[in-house]
């Protein structure tokens, strides 16, 4: 059993019974980006790509131990430096750290 | 069950979302002041949307019995502007007395730069000067960890800044801790693609509390949603969480906090009469 304190009202089956399908739906989807960028016109490797490497490393948290795959997931994919940008660099953010963070 | 907006950009949104809000059980909403999808060529650009934000939009709402209240800053997508930042700050001021405006926002940061910090700390200064609320942004995806530290440190170096007078908005599963451990109010954007989506901020609240959490739309000229909290509030009732959670999340927690400000006062919707927005502007 989890966290009391901090469960969800709903017992295991019933949660399976909501929320299975659109899981389900969502990692179909996230296989279905992946196998896209493999049929990129120019055939260029996905894995250049710092996002997408970035997305795969997340993505293995999905099948390791709980709680709090979610903020695991979410710092993995967050610059982690302390100081602030000495310059703008580009008015929207990338989703994933590009690995400097002073921008691309 | 009644609800209250803490955060709609409804200047980008039409008369047909006020409605859908009003039916679904919107009583009040805030609208902070944001970024128009372009940089602003001039202050008085922003003098003119502080107008519309304190005279316009009101009546808009009113036509639909919502309350309609605001918050002025520059936005922080535009607050590497420093020229433009001292001159917008500058005509805030006389602004701030106006009966629908709740304190500066949202200020906070964009890219973490070392303008967006000077911009927000001039913004902060002027809201202690005023007594004023604060309603942060923090940013968007991967510098949003970062963003949130630099803002809360930020906040922090302010001694007379009163944390639970400050509302840091669109907090996700790995900055919502920090916010909260600093004393200061949360709140939960729930968006269709980013920010987080209504079944995590259900998440969110089952491991956290409720306690001093409000939702919102941030519904502007994006993708986003104006009737997200009634969705929430279905997703909540779906997972069999109390009528009264519920009503603490999406009513109760945002009165608290904008009952600080003497302007906020729900008692007064029933008291007024929806003013027809043709006695502004002509509407065919």
């Known amino acids: 059993m989890g966290n009391i304190d901090s469960c969800c009202p709903l017992p295991l089956h019933r949660i399976v019974d909501e929320y299975f399908a659109e899981s389900r739906n969502k990692l179909l989807e996230l296989a279905a980006f992946f196998d896209r960028l493999d049929r990129a016109c120019d055939a260029a490797d996905p894995d250049g790509e710092f996002r997408v490497v970035a997305l795969k490393r997340a993505a293995r948290v999905l099948l390791e131990p709980g709680p709090q795959r979610v903020k695991r997931m979410a710092l993995m994919l967050s610059d982690p430096t302390e100081e602030p940008r000495g310059y703008l660099d580009r008015k929207a953010a990338w989703g994933a750290y590009s690995g400097n963070g002073e921008g691309v | ?284």
């Open chain 2, 1 to 284: 069950m009644d609800y209250i907006e803490p955060h709609a950009h409804m200047i980008s949104r039409t008369m047909d979302d006020y409605q859908q809000m009003a039916l679904t059980g919107c009583v009040a909403l805030s609208e902070p002041a944001f970024w128009a999808g372009w940089d602003r060529q001039s202050a008085d650009s922003f003098e003119d949307y502080f107008r519309q934000l304190t005279e316009f939009e009101p009546t808009r709402a009113a036509q639909f019995g919502i309350q309609h209240y605001t918050w002025l800053c520059l936005n922080p997508k535009e607050g590497e502007n420093r020229d433009m930042a001292r001159q917008v700050l500058a005509r805030i001021p006389k602004f701030l007395e106006r009966p629908n405006v709740l304190g500066i926002g949202e200020i906070g940061l964009n890219r973490n730069t070392l303008r967006e910090m000077e911009t927000l700390r001039d913004h902060i200064a002027l809201a202690i000067e005023h007594r004023s609320m604060i309603l942060i942004h923090t940013p968007h995806l991967e510098d949003k960890y970062k963003g949130t530290k630099l803002i809360i440190r930020t906040l922090q170096s302010f001694q007379n800044l009163d944390p639970k007078r400050v509302m840091i908005d669109h907090a996700e599963e790995h900055t919502i801790e920090m916010i909260r451990d600093n004393g200061f109010r949360c709140g939960l954007t729930l968006y269709p693609n980013t920010k987080v989506s209504l079944a995590r901020a259900a998440d969110i609240i089952e491991m956290h509390s409720a306690e001093g959490i409000y939702v919102n739309s941030a519904c502007d000229w994006g993708f986003s949603v104006p009737v997200a909290i009634p969705q929430f509030i279905m997703e909540m009732r779906r997972r069999k969480h109390s009528e009264a959670t519920i009503r603490k999340v999406v009513y109760e927690n945002p009165i608290a906090f904008f009952s600080q400000v003497p302007n906020f006062n729900l008692a007064r919707a029933s008291e007024s009469v929806p003013r027809n927005l043709k006695e502004l502007v002509y509407v065919d």
